[in-house]
T-cell receptor, first 110, second 115 residues
Framework: RKEVEQDPGPFNVPEGATVAFNCTYS??????FFWYRQDCRKEPKLLMS???SGNEDGRFTAQLNRASQYISLLIRDSKLSDSATYLC???????????FGTGTRLKVLA | NAGVTQTPKFRVLKTGQSMTLLCAQD?????MYWYRQDPGMGLRLIHY???????AKGEVPDGYNVSRLKKQNFLLGLESAAPSQTSVYFC??????????????FGPGTRLLVL
């Protein structure tokens, strides 16, 4: 089983739609979680951290479910500019080890 | 603040040639990392450094060497390039490993093609 798993997609959604991605992780000792965004042929950029209580940043909401070992990302009112690959990252606090998922590709259609 | 920069942006090598990729950061970060990204695979850690003068192996270190002579720079070397090293290489840095310090910031990447 991969340490971090994501549905590769693509998720094709119309502008204005709400879309959600999940990411499952296998190491129950994982302490820190992030969502990164990666545009085609560009570097990954931090989208948001995922806290135990969940967090929201504008149209984006991230949640953590420790019992089922997954994190989620919800995007409301999708924009064309949201088209990108979304990478899930899991680490055990105190270690160097960032474990990346292979990413979920989102295409927002006009 | 330039953040994390990488040179070169793109390079073509012949099998057996050597080259060095340079990563520089101006955020006074202690930790620096080299990753490679291949289609269908997540980013994989090659080598990392927890401070000036230190280096350590990551998940896929074979065929690569690194040096961290200055805090702000982290060099990745390929002594004898192989086609399997064709990839996109990303450098990243972070302030530390404790909560809220562990966020990694990435450079723009170097695309390497080995023929």
């Amino acid at each position: 089983r991969k340490e971090v798993e994501q549905d590769p997609g693509p998720f094709n959604v119309p502008e204005g739609a709400t879309v959600a991605f999940n990411c499952t992780y296998s190491n129950s000792a994982s302490q820190s979680f992030f969502w990164y965004r990666q545009d085609c042929r560009k570097e990954p950029k931090l989208l948001m951290s995922v806290y135990s209580s969940g967090n929201e940043d504008g149209r984006f909401t991230a949640q953590l479910n420790r019992a089922s070992q997954y994190i989620s990302l919800l995007i409301r009112d999708s924009k064309l500019s949201d088209s990108a690959t979304y990478l899930c990252v899991v680490i055990a606090t105190g270690t160097y080890k960032y474990i990346f998922g292979t990413g979920t590709r989102l295409k927002v259609l006009a | 603040n330039a953040g994390v920069t990488q040179t070169p942006k793109f390079r073509v090598l012949k099998t057996g040639q050597s080259m060095t990729l340079l990563c520089a950061q101006d955020m006074n970060h202690e930790y620096m990392y080299w990753y490679r990204q291949d289609p269908g695979m997540g980013l994989r850690l090659i080598h990392y450094s927890v401070g000036e003068g230190t280096t350590a192996k990551g998940e896929v270190p074979d065929g690569y060497n690194v040096s961290r002579l200055k805090k702000q720079n982290f060099l990745l070397g390929l002594e004898s390039a192989a086609p399997s090293q064709t990839s996109v290489y990303f450098c990243a840095s972070s302030y530390g490993l404790t909560l809220n310090q562990e966020t990694q910031y990435f450079g723009p990447g170097t695309r390497l093609l080995v023929l």
